[in-house]
């Protein structure tokens, strides 16, 4: 089942926050959060498991509501390479499937 | 060294035509996925390989046919494609086929169906 991504875009101007969420109908049990840049691949950002282990990068943080089947992901202090769409991928069953969200676009302007 | 190399970037073929993709990682990773990416949306999932054996078919069409020589090696076979299926594949791996690990991806083939 499609995680539900919100908001679906945000423009932002260097140096202020966002935060984007990710949320489930179904119990999760791992979350994934990629960046894609126009034209380019998925980048790794972070997953977060059940329990409560995280992995990924040091200035990304992030957090998982195993109860609420959400998770957010918090950009501070945006610089203009933020700039992208946000996917976030769910795993329901212990499985090697992700399903990804519709994306949120950032757009970080000067 | 993390990187996933697709080849073509860019293909263009016409609905008799027969090509084929290819995607390599020398991670050491066991687990290779397929996905197709229109635009502005999401990846889909269409295959996954776990140790070189095809564990996940997201009820994909026969005309996508995918291979798995070796660890590193992915292919993705097209045969008698439609115009619908113009996208972006992505390959991506990652160290063993379980969703706590990351998928790294690889740039993606455009292709094009005439």
């Known amino acids: 089942q499609q995680p539900v991504q919100s908001p679906q875009a945000v423009i932002l101007r260097e140096g202020e926050d966002a935060v984007i969420n990710c949320s489930s109908s179904?119990?999760?049990?791992?979350v994934h959060w990629y960046r894609q840049k126009h034209g380019e691949a998925p980048v790794f950002l972070m997953i977060?498991?059940?329990?409560?282990e995280q992995k990924g990068h040091d200035k990304i943080s992030a957090s998982f509501n195993e109860k609420k089947q959400q998770s957010s992901l918090y950009l501070t202090a945006s610089q203009l390479s933020y700039s992208g769409t946000y996917f976030c991928?769910?795993?329901?069953?212990?499985?090697?499937?992700?399903?990804f969200g519709k994306g949120t676009k950032l757009t970080v302007n000067p | 060294d993390t990187e996933v190399t697709q080849t073509p970037k860019h293909l263009v073929m016409g609905m008799t035509n027969k090509k084929s993709l290819k995607c390599e990682q020398h991670?050491?990773?066991?687990?290779m996925y397929w996905y197709k990416q229109k635009a502005k949306k999401p990846p889909e999932l269409m295959f996954v390989?776990?140790?070189?054996?095809?564990?996940i078919n997201e009820s994909v069409p026969s005309r996508f046919s995918p291979e798995c020589p070796n660890s590193s090696l992915l292919n993705l076979h097209l045969h008698a494609l439609q115009p619908e299926d113009s996208a972006l594949y992505l390959c991506?791996?990652?160290?063993?086929?379980?969703?706590?690990?990351?998928?790294?991806f690889g740039p993606g083939t455009r292709l094009t169906v005439t």
């Open positions: 977060l498991l059940k329990g409560g």
């Open positions: 991506a791996s990652s160290q063993v086929p379980a969703a706590t690990y990351e998928q790294y």
């Open positions: 390989y776990s140790y070189e054996k095809l564990s």
């Open positions: 179904k119990a999760l049990y791992s």
């Open positions: 991670m050491g990773h066991r687990a």
């Open positions: 991928g769910t795993e329901q069953g212990g499985s090697e499937k992700l399903v």
